[in-house]
């Protein structure tokens, strides 16, 4: 079985982002920049993550399936609370990758992926200030570096593992290190009190780049991260 493993370079460029400046202001749980309120924040969630422009796959083989996964890390926000412009990034870590099977469905594979991205998206949304529950569009690049890759093949009740760079399933396989896409989703912030917003949001990256140059494959990663977040101001 054939899978054309992890990343290549690409460099994403953002939209420039324009925030209102701001005096700085003293106020309880905020600080205060030349361009907005910082606000800083985890989140977590799943991710459900599957291959585009699959290539020429094995003989036999179905198209691939959805990977669920998981995805987390810190987020970093740059938006006055006045404002409905801001500028968002962070560092996450997120599961991703495909299963698939042969037609007579005994023999069954799949590559799991794991990358740490780098999201930076302009943030266009209801000011903050003017009701306690924002809706918030978010719209960017990704900057991801693979840190795991796994290749997977079960028979029936067995199984076996290895590393995409040794895969058992394939000697050329030639899995790259980094990877740019594009990024929008929606979030709703929501006011718990005056420090904290508590964040649920839906965001889909869309890979521009291949995840291997061996053969003639050329699928790209899609993913669709649901989450939820918590952040401080």
Known sequence: MHYNKCLKRAVIACGAIAAAAQPAIAQSGRVSTPVGVVQIGIEGGASISNFIKNGNLPAGANDPNNRTGGYGGLSFIVQSNSSAVGLQTGVLYVQKGAKSSFANGSLRGGVQ????????????????????????VVLGGSLGWRVNCKAVAEIGSLSNTSNCDNALLNENLNPKRFDGGLTAGIEVPIKLGERYLAVPSVRYVRGLTRISDVGSNDRMNSTLLIGLGLRFR
């Open 113 to 136: 992926l794991g990358y740490i991205e780098v999201p930076v998206m302009l943030r266009l949304g209801v000011p903050l200030s003017l009701i306690g529950v924002a809706p918030t």
